[in-house]
């Protein structure tokens, strides 16, 4: 049988992705950052980062496909649904937008 960790328990197809994403915490002191997805879907994405402040549960803003200096960009409230350690020292973090 398998195991539910083993599961794919995505509600979404994730697509392979490299998009700029900056990401601002909102119940944290930790500064905004700006990163590229991995892989995205209609409901979340998932990006790599040095920062080790991300925690599961952290509600955060994102800004897809940002571009500093563009008046039009819109943020999405969103959720940390996962952190996990990566074997080269950075974060591997995954957002679900609320």
């Given at each position: 049988?398998?195991?539910?960790?083993a599961r794919?328990?995505?509600?979404?197809?994730?697509?392979k992705?490299?998009?700029?994403?900056?990401?601002?915490?909102?119940?944290?002191?930790?500064?905004?950052?700006?990163?590229?997805?991995e892989?995205?879907s209609?409901?979340?994405l998932?990006?790599?980062t040095?920062?080790?402040?991300?925690?599961?549960?952290m509600?955060?803003?994102?800004v897809?496909n940002?571009?500093?200096?563009?008046?039009?960009?819109?943020?999405?409230?969103?959720k940390?649904?996962?952190?996990e350690?990566?074997?080269?020292?950075?974060?591997?973090v995954?957002?679900r937008?609320?």
């Open positions: 049988m398998e195991s539910i960790k794919d328990r995505r509600k979404a197809p994730r697509v992705l490299s998009q700029p994403v900056r990401i601002r915490p909102l119940d944290d002191h930790s500064s905004e950052e700006v990163s590229n997805t892989n995205v209609k409901s979340g998932y990006f790599k040095s920062s080790g402040h991300y925690y599961e549960g509600n955060v803003s994102v897809r940002f571009h500093a200096g563009d008046p039009q960009h819109r943020e999405e409230t969103a940390v649904v996962r952190v350690r990566l074997s080269d020292g950075r974060w591997g995954a957002i937008i609320l």
